[in-house]
């Protein structure tokens, strides 16, 4: 619970003072002091209306107390419905935010839900409506409505965004904003309705309904998972926070819904994550399938096998929701999260070269096959295709799973994917049963795992290092055991693991920098926090070499690094402990369920190699 002065509220809020609502379409950052300052209509990557976290100018929607407040969030259990509660001197208030989601139903539009109740006391509120068009760049020609008021966009009012309320408004060229007191037992319910043209009688939302309908629809969905071990919050939550990042059209899931939070305050590494990479997504397959969300999972591998048949380049490393690759990276005029800039919408790594993702992709079609999911001839084909891209390239330095912005290397986690390509892909085109050279794959497979365990051992550091013939130190290695090119007990992986954990460590154990941005030349510079999603290979690679005393105590301690919501940011500062990066992020919440389900016995989701 934190404190907040109406009259001296700062500029920006810690980033684990956010809550994440959604409708697998967008999302919106709701603070605990009532405030949403992010949200990008009418789809995740769209231009933000509301993005204060970004520039306090840039348009927000605040609903909070007049005077000063204490505040705390939580989710309803179960449920993506945020409950921010206010205590002030005179009373208790909450508003609960949440975006319908209903079942067997895809609502049109985006609404944003937010109903004031009065718990004790009398609590003087004050609303304020101020939307900003194309990332704050441009204001709205703000109208008063029969029954609140509009934000709109263009001569013909090509975007609007209606306020639905029983208040009445006072509205001028800012926005709109109202004071009102609530007691006990008050409810009132604010409506934000994206592409509405007039607003309405709030009453007609039926938001008790829908609230009704949506809770449902989030317990409904939460009870088919099938872990029940001993952390099942833990990975509900983390569902529930990767179910909202993803497109209830194509089942895509976003790296994370913001752009441009910094991995570093003041620093320059800001990247817009609104896309979805096919790394992160083919990870995120695998867990879904393991937690038992085969539908999920299924809907979107069809989605990235369309890509495959549909393009004839090879895979992109990255689409947007909608499928496109072309994701050009701008810069935006606005002041950043805390004075961190540039702030970038687009990014410019869709066009990199990154081996990896193939044999992340060939692991889930391979998994794909294995729960039940249909392949066809033209999809296997396609598949194919990326196997012998994979046999012809795997020689080729690339640009690496960090993205480096400079020149390219023979990165080890790189070549160790290309190694799953075609380990996995023998295995796949065997129990299809096609007439192609699986066996010629597997005998590759055993080239390239050579060549890796040889090529990428340091001898003098007794490491595997982070590309061939360097010194470099690179937590990406933690994955080596996960993907089964090296047994987690082998003596050249444990002294790996024992020098990445002292060499790289970054604050409490079992935080780890991803690498050394001194050394390693990645073409960004600056410095950046922990970053989480090594810490849970860690915990995995633990559990896999029969660790499991040890890899519980890391897990248990990377729950300190979650938000009091239970949601975790791609990085964290090693001192502080304060979230950087954007968020939530989908590959944190992906560590997390993979290691909470490979330290449970009765859940087998290692992944050894499967040929030779």
């Known amino acids: 619970m934190h404190e907040y002065d109406p009259a001296?509220?700062?500029?920006?809020?810690?980033?684990?003072?956010?809550?994440?609502?959604?409708?697998?379409?967008?999302?919106?950052?709701?603070?605990?002091?009532?405030?949403?300052?992010?949200?990008?209509?009418?789809?995740?990557?769209?231009?933000?209306?509301?993005?204060?976290?970004?520039?306090?100018?840039?348009?927000?929607?605040?609903?909070?107390?007049?005077?000063?407040?204490?505040?705390?969030?939580?989710?309803?259990?179960?449920?993506?419905?945020l409950v921010t509660e206010f205590t002030t001197a005179n009373g208790m208030a909450r508003i609960r935010d949440f975006m319908p989601m209903i079942a067997e139903r895809r609502m049109p539009a985006s609404e944003i839900h937010r109903g004031v109740e009065g718990v004790s006391g009398c609590v003087p509120m004050a609303l304020v409506f101020e939307p900003r068009f194309d990332y704050g760049r441009e204001r709205p020609r703000f109208k008063?409505?029969?029954?609140?008021?509009?934000a709109c966009r263009g001569k013909?009012?090509?975007?609007?965004?209606?306020?639905?309320?029983?208040?009445?408004?006072?509205?001028?060229?800012?926005?709109?904003r109202a004071e009102f007191d609530v007691e006990s037992g008050d409810r009132l319910w604010f409506v934000a309705d994206w592409d509405s043209r007039m607003t309405h009688p709030v009453k007609a939302y039926s938001s008790e309904r829908r609230l009704r309908l949506t809770r449902a629809y989030w317990r409904d969905w939460v009870a088919r998972l099938i872990y029940h071990g001993n952390y099942r919050s833990e990975v509900e939550r983390s569902l529930l926070?990767?179910?909202?990042?993803?497109?209830?059209?194509?089942?895509?899931?976003?790296?994370?819904?913001?752009?441009?939070?910094?991995?570093?305050?003041?620093?320059?590494?800001?990247?817009?994550?609104?896309?979805?990479?096919?790394?992160?997504?083919?990870?995120?397959?695998?867990?879904?399938?393991?937690?038992?969300?085969?539908?999920?999972?299924?809907?979107?591998?069809?989605w990235m096998l369309e890509r495959c048949v549909r393009d004839d380049s090879p895979l992109r490393i990255m689409y947007s929701v909608r499928g496109e690759s072309d994701l050009p990276e701008r810069e935006l005029g606005l002041r950043g999260y805390e004075d961190s800039r540039p702030v970038r919408v687009g990014n410019a790594a869709a066009g990199q070269f990154q081996l990896d993702i193939y044999g992340s992709l060939i692991e889930a079609a391979l998994h794909y096959q294995r729960v039940g999911g249909v392949l066809t001839m033209v999809e296997a084909?396609?598949?194919?295709?990326?196997?012998?891209?994979?046999?012809?390239?795997?020689?080729?330095?690339?640009?690496?799973?960090?993205?480096?912005?400079?020149?390219?290397?023979?990165?080890?986690?790189?070549?160790?994917?290309?190694?799953?390509?075609?380990?996995?892909?023998?295995?796949?085109?065997?129990?299809?049963?096609?007439?192609?050279?699986?066996?010629?794959?597997?005998?590759?497979?055993?080239?390239?795992?050579?060549?890796?365990?040889?090529?990428?051992?340091?001898?003098?550091l007794g490491a595997y290092t982070q590309f061939y013939g360097g010194d470099i130190l690179d937590a990406a290695v933690l994955v080596m055991p996960i993907t089964g090119i090296i047994a987690a007990d082998d003596a050249?992986?444990?002294?790996?693991?024992?020098?990445?954990?002292?060499?790289?460590?970054?604050?409490?154990?079992?935080?780890?920098?991803?690498?050394?941005?001194?050394?390693a030349k990645d073409g960004v510079g600056g410095p950046e926090g922990a970053f989480l999603l090594p810490s849970f290979w860690l915990v995995e690679g633990l559990a896999l070499g029969g660790l499991h005393k040890e890899a519980r105590a890391a897990f248990e301690a990377l729950h300190q690094h979650a938000s009091a919501l239970g949601l975790y940011s791609e990085e964290v500062h090693p001192e502080s402990g304060r979230m950087l990066g954007n968020f939530p992020q989908g590959f944190s919440h992906l560590g997390l369920i993979n290691a909470a389900l490979r330290l449970e016995s009765n859940v087998h989701i290692a992944r050894p190699s499967i040929i030779g």
């Open 492 to 519: 050249r992986f444990r002294s790996t693991r024992e020098l990445i954990c002292r060499e790289l460590a970054a604050g409490p154990y079992p935080l780890l920098y991803r690498y050394d941005p001194k050394l």
């Open 8 to 81: 001296r509220l700062p500029d920006y809020k810690a980033i684990e003072a956010y809550g994440l609502i959604g409708d697998c379409r967008t999302a919106a950052l709701v603070g605990e002091d009532g405030s949403i300052d992010w949200a990008c209509f009418p789809d995740f990557d769209s231009p933000a209306v509301f993005a204060a976290i970004l520039d306090p100018g840039a348009g927000c929607f605040s609903i909070r107390p007049c005077e000063p407040f204490r505040a705390r969030q939580y989710y309803e259990s179960g449920t993506n419905v």
């Open 144 to 150: 008063s409505g029969s029954h609140g008021a509009l």
């Open 241 to 302: 926070a990767l179910k909202l990042l993803s497109s209830g059209r194509t089942g895509a899931v976003i790296a994370a819904p913001t752009t441009s939070l910094p991995e570093w305050a003041g620093g320059t590494r800001n990247w817009d994550y609104r896309y979805t990479w096919v790394r992160d997504s083919a990870f995120i397959m695998h867990a879904l399938f393991n937690a038992g969300y085969v539908s999920e999972g299924t809907q979107y591998f069809d």
């Open 381 to 460: 084909e396609r598949l194919a295709a990326i196997i012998e891209f994979v046999r012809a390239h795997w020689r080729e330095p690339d640009d690496g799973i960090w993205e480096a912005r400079g020149q390219r290397e023979h990165y080890t986690y790189s070549k160790i994917w290309a190694w799953v390509a075609l380990d996995r892909g023998a295995r796949l085109m065997r129990e299809l049963g096609l007439d192609l050279p699986w066996k010629g794959w597997a005998t590759e497979a055993r080239t390239i795992r050579d060549d890796v365990l040889e090529r990428a051992y340091n001898k003098k």
């Open 156 to 176: 013909q009012n090509e975007q609007v965004l209606a306020l639905s309320c029983s208040l009445s408004l006072a509205v001028d060229e800012r926005g709109a």
